[in-house]
């Protein structure tokens, strides 16, 4: 399976501040890229999908001038949390996948804290 | 839109008992069924997947069954060891108009595995 990174895998910050999230596919060329939050004890929820050079595709409900995904290459996409709020305190995981691929591979997450 | 009920919502056995996992699905369109495992503070890894036109996959000590007539699929696992410990997650997948697959999650099943 591919492998893939994200960095920071934890961030503090300050309620109002913003908050960037790099998911890496290292070994895989990612097409495709979905950005998933999951609170305490709860499941994995699809906030957005991201192809390769095209505008992020949102989930009902999920505020994309809140939430900016930058997918410029095959192998990084960015999730960019605005004026971040203690509700936005989540555990964001991403996933990637490709052309003809039906399993999407996970990154390890961020846990972020918004104080 | 898809939805996939998983039960139980915790399971605890003893180290070598078997632990089943069942899901359903609503969608018959869905042709992908990945099982991923998830560790406490960590990203879900993929354990094992059946597509729709099969119905049984095996990998070592663990087994996935699927039956598309009752929309039902099931993991079990064998001679379970602590390590097996974790939260278990299942999948419906499809692919939809964007071209790419959709996955739907379960709610999650606690498996913990008693010494």
């Known amino acids: 399976g591919a492998v893939v990174s994200q960095h920071p895998s934890r961030v503090i910050c300050k309620s109002g501040t913003s908050v960037k999230i790099e998911c890496r596919s290292l070994?895989?060329?990612?097409?495709?890229m979905f950005w998933y939050r999951q609170f305490p004890k709860q499941s994995l929820m699809l906030m957005a999908t991201?192809?390769?050079?095209?505008?992020?595709?949102?989930e009902q409900g999920v505020e994309k001038d809140k939430f900016l995904i930058n997918h410029a290459s095959l192998t990084l996409s960015t999730l960019t949390v605005t004026s971040a709020h203690p509700e936005d305190s989540s555990f964001y995981i991403c996933?990637?996948?490709?052309?003809?691929?039906?399993?999407?591979?996970f990154g390890p997450g961020t846990r972020l804290l918004v104080l | 839109g898809e939805n996939v009920e998983q039960h139980p919502s915790t399971l605890s056995v003893q180290e070598g008992d078997s632990a089943v996992i069942k899901c359903t699905y609503s969608?018959?369109?869905?042709?992908?069924f990945p099982w991923y495992k998830q560790e406490l503070g960590k990203g879900p890894q993929l354990i094992i997947d059946?597509?729709?036109?099969?119905g049984e996959k095996k990998d070592q000590r663990i087994a996935v069954t699927l039956n598309k007539t009752a929309k039902h699929f099931s993991l079990h696992i064998t001679e379970t060891q602590p390590e097996d410990s974790a939260v278990y997650f299942c999948?419906?997948?499809?692919?939809?108009?964007?071209?790419?697959?959709?996955?739907?999650f379960g709610t999650g099943t606690k498996l913990q595995v008693i010494p």
């Open positions: 969608d018959s369109a869905s042709n992908y």
């Open positions: 996933s990637v996948s490709g052309l003809g691929v039906e399993t999407q591979y």
């Open positions: 059946i597509r729709s036109n099969v």
């Open positions: 991201s192809n390769e050079g095209s505008k992020a595709t949102y």
């Open positions: 070994d895989f060329q990612a097409t495709t």
């Open positions: 999948a419906a997948s499809l692919k939809n108009s964007g071209g790419y697959q959709k996955v739907t």
